[in-house]
Structure formats: C-alpha cells, structure tokens
C-alpha cells in the first residue's frame, strides 16, 4: 500500500492499482498519472452515460456514478489519456464526438493526440503500433471509456 500526501496530510491509501484506477481526490489522480479534468455534466448515470462539454456530448462507457444519477454543474469529470478512445474519422463517426487533431507526438511505446473538443483540450494516449489515420487539423470521432466525477475535489 502507498501513501499520497498532501500539505503533510493524507490524501489516500490504498494499493497503486487503486491510487491510479480510483483516485479518492483530484490531487491523487494527477498526482499518480495525467489526467483530463473537464468541466461538463455528465447524465445517463454508470453505464451508457455522456458528458456534455459545451456543444458536445461524449459518449462514455462507465462512470462512478450510481445508477441513473447525472452529475451537477460544478462538478469536476476527469478521464484518464489511455480512457479517450479514437473511434474513427470524421464529425460523429462510430458512435464518437467530434474532436479536431491539434498535435499527434510520439512517445515511444504509445502515440500522444491532442484533441480540440469545442475549447477544450483532450489528450488521447494511443498504442505506438496502433494505425493513427490523424493528422493535424483533421477531425476525428472520441469516445471516453472511463469517467470519473468528482465533487469539491472527492471521488463521489
């Protein structure tokens, strides 16, 4: 187990794989990875849920949320890089929101994409020998596969 601290108190302590895949706080979760914090509503509740970004609205496969619950104006959603799925090419192709390519950077064992979403910044994480049909300035199509809500700086 390991402990995050902060302003020398604790954060969270858990096993590693629980700091990353369920960070307790918003510090937690960049502290022990990047993260894509967003500021959107997220409705449809745990499974076939979508977060509405200004003009658009992600879909996303899984959430912290219970049931039905929708998330309130406020609230902070954060998305791992390797949880931004690229679906396709193209405004709304197979079942994503589109996004514009701002930058593709290699990193060694996975491809960086930095996404515009209507404002905002998106950075997808990409397997190296994954086929990357984006280039800059092109529009491709996003899915999230996994959200996180937090209220107040807690996981909810």
Do not use: W
Request: glycine share 14%; hydrophobic share 40%; no cysteine.
């Amino acid at each position: 187990r390991v402990a995050v601290m902060n302003g020398g108190r604790i954060e969270q302590y858990a096993a590693p794989v629980d700091l990353y895949r369920t960070p307790a706080t918003t510090f937690v979760g960049g502290f022990v990875g990047a993260m894509n914090t967003l500021s959107g509503v997220v409705s449809g509740g745990s499974r076939g849920a979508s977060i509405s970004v200004g003009s658009a609205s992600v879909p996303i496969a899984s959430t912290n949320l219970d049931g039905s619950a929708d998330s309130r104006s406020g609230d902070t959603v954060n998305v791992r890089p390797e949880d931004v799925v690229l679906t396709g090419t193209g405004q709304g192709a197979a079942g994503g929101t589109g996004a514009r390519v701002d930058r593709v950077i290699p990193r060694g064992h996975f491809t960086e994409v930095v996404l515009d979403l209507g404002g905002t910044t998106v950075r997808a994480y990409v397997e190296a020998d994954a086929e990357i049909s984006a280039a800059p300035g092109s529009q491709v199509s996003i899915r999230f596969r996994r959200a996180l809500v937090y209220r107040d700086g807690v996981l909810l």
